[in-house]
């Protein structure tokens, strides 16, 4: 990993606190728009009996809804521990917990210590990790049939909102840096690994993309 960004950086922003936070909102008003945006795609393609694969899936919320729709199973692959007790609670009060496996490992760097599912979700991942290619390529080959993402568009207003913040990060002396990663080139490296896209939808912030396992 990048000398930018260290597992205290990504403590430091993860934290049990914003889980608790996340836990709250989701408790009070479900799935946020880009999330909801992912499970509602997801639902038109079909999860019944599917499994899934999220990479950085916080609380599990996605997991949570997906497997109410009838995902069979779902793996959870989360950076830092610091969402553990409240990923375990929700899903406990769903009845899901035997249904969900969750490790705490950098997904890029033990890419072949976790399974393969038919869906692979990276949800507002690639945004904070450094070597792009490295994370959307191991997410797309353990996707035996959809790979579906969501990442920052590349607008200048938000080139210049990411670049303030990443200075206010680093004169905080903060491990953590905020990536605009090319759309284009993220769809791109999932293709080189057998995936054609299916779906580019721009939100305001987020772009929501799908690609599917070429037969």
Request: charged fraction near 25%; glycine fraction near 8%; charge should be positive.
């Amino acid at each position: 990993m990048s000398d930018c960004c260290s597992p205290k950086g990504y403590k430091w922003v993860f934290s049990e606190k914003s889980a608790r936070a996340e836990a709250k909102r989701y408790r009070r008003k479900g799935l946020d728009s880009t999330s909801r945006r992912i499970v509602d795609f997801l639902r038109t393609q079909g999860v019944g009996g599917k499994t899934l694969l999220e990479i950085g899936g916080g609380i599990g919320a996605i997991q949570i809804e997906l497997l109410k729709a009838g995902a069979s199973r779902a793996v959870s692959v989360e950076l830092t521990p610091t969402y553990e007790d409240v990923a375990i609670e929700l899903l406990r009060e769903a009845g899901l917990e035997d249904r969900v496996e969750r490790k705490v490992t950098d997904f890029a760097q033990a890419a072949g210590q976790v399974g393969s599912a038919d869906i692979v979700i990276l949800n507002r991942v690639i945004c904070c990790y450094p070597d792009m290619p490295r994370l959307a390529g191991a997410a797309a080959d353990h996707a035996r049939q959809l790979l579906v993402m969501s990442f920052p568009r590349q607008t200048w207003w938000l080139s210049i909102g990411l670049g303030m913040g990443n200075f206010v990060l680093r004169v905080l002396r903060r491990e953590f840096h905020i990536f605009l990663h090319p759309p284009k080139k993220i769809v791109a490296t999932s293709r080189q690994h057998g995936l054609e896209p299916v779906l580019d939808k721009e939100g305001v912030i987020w772009v929501v993309a799908a690609l599917r396992r070429v037969a």
